[in-house]
């Protein structure tokens, strides 16, 4: 179950109400990491960055914040431990 505090909620409502009732929530992270040299072919997908280019994550959330977003999501949707564990060791064992 997710749960939102009223604070986030009402930030979230004053910004549909000022995008005129509907507001884009999803700008293409994993396309942006892929124009800036990320390969995102792998079980982890764009969690992988998190830990092979972290920057990359900074960067690519400075560059819509500098657009004017005004939400930021991480990229961890993909990173539950289970399937992180299982792509560190992929990740390890390719470099051996």
Same mark, same amino acid.
């Given at each position: 179950?997710?749960? +939102?505090?009223?604070?986030? =909620?009402?930030? &979230?409502?004053?910004?549909?109400?000022?995008?005129? !009732? #509907? @507001?884009?929530m999803? %700008? !293409?992270?994993a396309?942006?990491?892929? =124009?800036? !040299?990320?390969?995102?072919?792998? *079980? &982890?997908?764009? @969690?992988? #960055?998190?830990?092979s280019? *972290?920057?990359?994550? $900074?960067?690519?959330?400075?560059? $819509?914040?500098? @657009? %004017?977003? /005004?939400?930021?999501?991480? @990229?961890? +949707?993909?990173? /539950?431990?289970?399937?992180?564990? %299982?792509?560190?060791?992929?990740?390890?064992?390719?470099?051996?």
């Amino acid at each position: 179950m997710v749960s +939102y505090n009223n604070d986030s =909620f009402s930030k &979230l409502q004053e910004l549909v109400e000022r995008a005129g !009732g #509907c @507001a884009v929530m999803d %700008g !293409g992270l994993a396309t942006q990491l892929e =124009f800036h !040299g990320a390969n995102l072919h792998d *079980p &982890l997908w764009s @969690a992988l #960055c998190l830990i092979s280019m *972290p920057e990359l994550i $900074y960067k690519v959330h400075w560059d $819509y914040l500098e @657009a %004017g977003a /005004e939400i930021l999501v991480t @990229a961890s +949707y993909q990173g /539950e431990w289970r399937v992180m564990v %299982g792509g560190r060791r992929r990740q390890l064992s390719s470099e051996a």
